[in-house]
């Protein structure tokens, strides 16, 4: 029995990628002047002046062939502005019952309410991400992403902010922990996967559920500011698994508790939006009204454009991939 499916059911909506291909870029999960010519260096390592990670990326893992769909991370880029585009970005990691498409909708708000740019991460098994559901994957796209921002666009980590919800608070933190964005929310999080289907299908059936992601072993080496927002009444994750996170963190904290939001119902701005403008503006460096001059261009216009690959395989589907990206981590028995 697949209880993650149960437990995370995959977004339904249909979408039509013609209302979204000004926002759609395409992010490449290695740089081709990382090989060596004569192949001597098998191992792409992803490397930060902030911090350093054990983390590297061989050529099998990404495998051999670029045009593949799977040396792609399909994302959201909502810019605040064509003409004047703000210096601060937001990578958001959303939910596991939402794809990118499905998520713009609170990030379109957090774009408005910060005048921030927002960033949306796919996941592997998502919408036009064609690749096996892998925990591995979602934790070294979120550090591909966050080294694409700073080299590719030249975007300072003072000016990142990261946001992660439920099954996005895991990238959210393990990426914290290894590169120093300006400040991370982290909203209603986990201790570990295992954790929370043992208190929904109980101990027994738990232990049929591989352990991937661990926020618990992740906050501790975080070291920018975190906001934690939980609510008293989720029925999905209780919000004792931030108390217990809040034990581990060694940064400056804050821990917002709303008494009336559950997992999936909150006031946007009391609940969300408020809080996470006083965090910004009580913990971060980070300013409003910063801006690139008039008309800058962050990126070619061949990151806007579908890989042929990508493209091949949506024609022949005819459908976005929306699979509930949880059911990879229950083993068969």
């Not at 939001?261 to 809080?275: S, V």
């Amino acid at each position: 029995m697949d209880f993650h499916n149960i437990l995370f059911p995959a977004p339904s909506n249909t979408i039509s990628l013609n209302d979204f291909r000004d926002e759609i870029i395409f992010i490449p999960r290695y740089k081709e002047d990382k090989y060596s010519s004569n192949n001597q260096d098998e191992t792409l390592s992803i490397h930060s002046s902030n911090k350093s990670t054990s983390n590297s990326f061989t050529k099998e893992n990404l495998t051999k062939s670029k045009d593949s769909p799977k040396n792609y991370i399909p994302s959201l880029l909502l810019l605040t502005s064509n003409d004047y585009i703000s210096k601060t970005f937001c990578i958001y990691f959303h939910g596991n019952a939402e794809d990118i498409f499905f998520a713009r909708e609170l990030a379109d708000k957090i774009r408005f309410c910060f005048d921030f740019n927002i960033l949306i991460v796919e996941y592997p098994g998502y919408s036009l991400y064609y690749d096996e559901k892998n925990c591995e994957t979602v934790l070294e796209n979120s550090l591909i992403v966050f080294d694409f921002l700073v080299e590719e666009m030249g975007i300072s980590p003072q000016n990142i902010l990261v946001i992660g919800r439920s099954i996005g608070t895991a990238p959210a933190s393990y990426l914290c922990s290894k590169r120093n964005p300006e400040g991370v929310v982290l909203i209603s999080p986990f201790i570990s996967i295992r954790s929370i289907a043992e208190k929904l299908v109980g101990s027994v059936f738990k232990f049929l559920i591989s352990e991937k992601f661990e926020n618990i072993n992740y906050v501790s080496d975080i070291t920018c500011p975190v906001l934690f927002i939980h609510g008293l009444l989720d029925e999905l994750i209780p919000f004792e698994h931030t108390l217990k996170l809040v034990e581990e963190c060694k940064c400056p904290y804050e821990v917002l508790l709303p008494e009336t939001m559950t997992h999936n119902d909150f006031k946007l701005e009391e609940d969300f939006l408020d809080p996470i403008k006083k965090f910004i503006r009580r913990f971060t460096r980070i300013k409003e009204g910063s801006y690139f001059s008039l008309n800058h261009k962050l990126l070619p216009d061949s990151y806007s454009k579908m890989p042929e690959c990508i493209e091949e395989v949506v024609k022949k589907s005819g459908v976005i991939n929306k699979g509930s990206f949880l059911s990879s981590c229950c083993q068969n028995s």
